[in-house]
């Protein structure tokens, strides 16, 4: 449809280079201040670019990403726990960190960056190494490190919403969860000397969103050790859970004024059971 615009130029690259090498072509072949990355598989609002744009307009700013939705949420259960995983992570994670000028990973589905600092960081990009071998993972988190280190912020617009294709089955979505652990723990080794450099809630963040998952997953065995050892249920370590699962439910249903968060309750069966053993093996697998 947009092939005889001249406004548009498609680069049609010969094989299937992975989406960084991409990435790199178009940057390179691009002229624009501003820089919008959007996956295939995801729509924008009509006042998407215009919202991004307006806050790239401070210099500082490196890179700013909207929020994301999902376009098949009504598909299935899973689809609408996740489209409520992705409002939390945008309205109570990237909100949090965009306080502080630093959301540590601005996502591939919308996310625009100022091409100026683009070029200057497509080297490091291009040829980022973990364990001595190219990375083919994690670009979107990587990139926005980069930003960091280079001294500009990385910003969060909540009213520039775009809607993304997730998955609607649990294979899917653990592979996906795999990819997204790797590169979480990676990346966070990667970025541990440029905590100093940002606000003190960062490291906490950044710190919390790492161990977090662990020490959860260490209470879990040391109760599922207890009640095979001494056949008694483990109920400090159930009700906290439960409890703590009620409480961030109940605040997300009130700020989203949206009832329908009490149910992301049965997410935590998912993350105990599936999405923490799958952490653990992500990260011996780094």
């Not at 670019?49 to 299935?76: F, H, I």
């Not at 930003?147 to 998955?167: F, Q, S, W």
């Not at 040391?222 to 370590?237: F, I």
């Not at 992301?264 to 923490?276: D, G, K, M, P, Y």
């Given at each position: 449809?947009f ?11 010969d ?29 924008l609002a ?25 376009s ?9 726990l ?5 409002w939390?992570a ?29 070029l200057?960081?497509?080297?490091q ?34 009213d ?16 996906q969860?795999l ?12 970025a ?89 093996y ?5």
């Amino acid at each position: 449809a947009f092939a005889g615009d001249s406004r548009f130029n498609f680069i049609l690259l010969d094989k299937n280079v992975g989406k960084r090498k991409a990435q790199i072509v178009a940057i390179r072949r691009s002229s624009g201040d501003l820089v919008l990355n959007v996956d295939s598989d995801t729509t924008l609002a009509s006042d998407v670019v215009a919202k991004l744009a307006r806050k790239m307009q401070d210099p500082a700013v490196g890179a700013a990403m909207g929020q994301l939705v999902a376009s098949n949420r009504s598909d299935t259960w899973l689809t609408r726990l996740i489209d409520m995983e992705y409002w939390l992570a945008c309205n109570e994670e990237r909100a949090a960190q965009a306080r502080f000028g630093a959301v540590m990973c601005c996502c591939g589905p919308c996310a625009m960056y100022r091409r100026s600092a683009l070029l200057l960081l497509l080297d490091q990009y291009e040829t980022q190494l973990f364990r001595g071998k190219p990375s083919d993972f994690g670009e979107d988190r990587h990139l926005t490190i980069l930003m960091l280190k280079a001294g500009l912020r990385t910003e969060y617009i909540p009213d520039a919403i775009a809607a993304t294709v997730v998955p609607d089955r649990l294979g899917p979505y653990l592979r996906q969860q795999l990819r997204w652990a790797r590169s979480t723990f990676r990346d966070t080794l990667l970025a541990l000397h440029l905590l100093p450099s940002l606000d003190r809630y960062l490291t906490l963040d950044v710190v919390g969103q790492n161990l977090g998952p662990l020490l959860l997953a260490l209470s879990v065995l040391a109760g599922l050790a207890q009640l095979a050892l001494t056949a008694t249920v483990p109920w400090s370590a159930v009700l906290m859970i439960a409890s703590m699962t009620i409480i961030r439910c109940s605040v997300a249903a009130f700020r989203a004024r949206q009832l329908r968060f009490l149910g992301f309750s049965l997410h935590t069966f998912i993350n105990v059971f599936l999405l923490l053993p799958l952490k653990a093996y992500a990260l011996c697998t780094l």
